[in-house]
C-alpha cells in the first residue's frame, strides 16, 4: 500500500508560530511542504487576544491576525494546508509513514513536529471562554495588561513562582493559591517568592468558580481544602501556572523526550535522535514558550529539512 502513497519533501506537523515559519522557508526553499493544522490551527495565540511582544507590530496585533498573516505568507510561497489531525507516524524507516484522522495518508521524506504544548487548565466552568478576559497561562504574554491590578496564580511548582514573580513587575499584589501547605517549588524559586513583598500566599485552598461579568473575570470564589469554609475574592486576572502538557502522545514513544514528555533535540539545532526527524516550538521548548522563539526554531527546523534532503540526494 505504501508504494501507492503520496511522498512528500517535508510533512509539517502542527501549525502556530513555529509550524507556519518552518512552512515559509521550506516553501522558499522549494520543498513544496505539506502542514497539517491540527485540532487548533494556529495554535495557542489563536486564544490570546492582544499581542504586544511580537517584533514589527509597534501598536500589537491580535493573535488570530498574527496566526493568518503567517499562514498566507506561507501559502504564497507554495505550501499546501491539510486541516486534519495526525493520528499516528511511523519513523522505523524513511520515507516516515504519517497517518491523519481523516483517513489520509503520506509518506514524508523530512518530519517537522510543530505540535506545541497545551496549558494545564482547571477545567471550571466558564475557564476557557474566558481565556484573554481574565484567564490566562501566560505572565510573559500577558502581564503587562495587569498594571496596578490584583492577580492570583495557581500552583505550588517553579511555573507558579516564575508566573507570580514576574507579574509582580505589573501588578500592585500577586495572590499565589496552592492546595497544600508545602510547595514543589525549588527552594530557590520558593525563596524568591517569599521574599517578594508583593505577593501573598493563600495555603490549603482551592478555586472553585471563576466570577465575572461583561469586562470579564471579576473575582473567584475558594475554598479551604481543610476546614471547608469558602469565600469570595475580588481579582482582576486568574493565572494558571500548573504547566504544560506538549503534545506527542502521536509520536507512540518513538522519539526521545524529557521527563515531562518534551521532544529532546541536538542544541543549538532542532534535530531529533531520529534522521530526518525535526522538532520547533512549545513540543521542544518546556523553558521560554514565547511566539518569536517558537518562529525562530520553526526557521531552523525548515533549514536543516533541506539541509537534510539535500545531503540524500547526493549520498544516494
Given amino acids: 500500500m505504501e508504494s501507492h502513497l503520496d511522498i512528500r519533501n517535508t510533512i509539517i506537523i502542527g501549525s502556530g508560530p513555529a509550524g507556519y515559519t518552518a512552512a515559509l522557508y521550506a516553501s522558499r526553499a522549494d520543498l513544496s511542504p505539506l502542514l497539517i493544522e ?32 503567517m499562514k498566507q505568507q506561507a501559502a504564497r510561497f507554495g505550501t499546501e494546508y491539510l486541516t486534519t489531525t495526525v493520528t499516528s507516524v511511523d519513523l522505523k524507516k524513511r520515507p516516515f509513514h504519517v497517518k491523519c484522522e481523516n483517513g489520509k495518508e503520506f509518506l514524508a521524506k523530512t518530519l517537522i513536529i510543530s505540535t506545541g504544548a497545551s496549558a494545564k487548565y482547571l477545567g471550571l466552568p466558564h475557564e476557557a471562554e474566558l481565556i484573554g478576559r481574565g484567564v490566562s497561562a501566560c505572565a510573559t504574554c500577558d502581564g503587562f495588561f495587569y498594571r496596578d491590578k490584583i492577580v492570583h496564580v495557581v500552583g505550588g511548582g517553579d511555573t507558579a513562582m516564575e508566573e507570580a514573580s514576574f507579574l509582580t513587575k505589573f501588578a500592585k499584589k500577586v495572590f499565589i493559591i496552592h492546595r497544600r501547605e508545602n510547595l514543589r517549588a525549588s527552594k530557590t524559586m520558593q525563596q524568591r517568592a517569599f521574599d517578594n513583598p508583593k505577593i501573598e500566599f493563600i495555603w490549603n485552598t482551592e478555586t472553585t468558580e471563576i466570577l465575572f461579568d461583561d469586562s470579564g473575570v471579576t473575582g473567584i470564589k475558594v475554598k479551604n481544602t481543610q476546614t471547608g469554609e469558602t469565600e469570595e475574592r475580588q481579582t482582576d486576572g486568574f493565572f494558571l501556572g500548573i504547566g504544560h502538557s506538549p503534545n506527542t502522545a502521536f509520536l507512540g514513544g518513538q522519539i526521545e523526550t524529557d521527563n515531562h514528555g518534551f521532544i529532546k533535540t541536538k542544541a543549538p539545532h532542532p534535530d531529533t535522535n531520529v534522521e530526518g526527524v525535526f522538532a520547533c516550538g512549545d513540543v521542544q521548548d518546556s523553558y521560554y514558550r514565547q511566539a518569536i522563539s517558537a518562529a525562530g526554531s520553526g526557521c531552523m527546523a525548515a533549514m536543516q529539512a533541506e539541509k537534510f534532503i539535500e545531503s540524500n540526494k547526493r549520498d544516494s
Wanted: no cysteine; hydrophobic share 25%.
Fill in 38 to 69: 491540527g485540532q487548533e490551527p494556529g495554535g495557542q495565540l489563536t486564544t490570546t487576544t492582544d499581542v504586544e511582544n511580537f517584533p514589527g507590530f509597534p501598536e500589537g496585533v491580535l493573535g488570530p491576525e498574527l496566526m493568518s498573516r
